[in-house]
């Protein structure tokens, strides 16, 4: 199922193309799951480019 927006090609085990987040298989399932051992860096990410938006 899409929204309204044309489906990107999946790449098993390593999520949709383009996409920047934690890894994750079962997305809105009953059996998701993240990965959680690369948060400490997709935090990172995200933090410095909010820190960039607000000091700009």
Sequence with gaps: MTSGAQAAPHRP???PPGRFGLPHQGLH?????????DLPVVHAV???????????
């Design 13 to 15: 085990g390593r999520g």
């Design 29 to 37: 399932g009953v059996d998701e799951l993240v990965h959680l051992a």
């Design 46 to 56: 995200y933090r410095q480019a909010v820190l960039g938006l607000l000091t700009g």
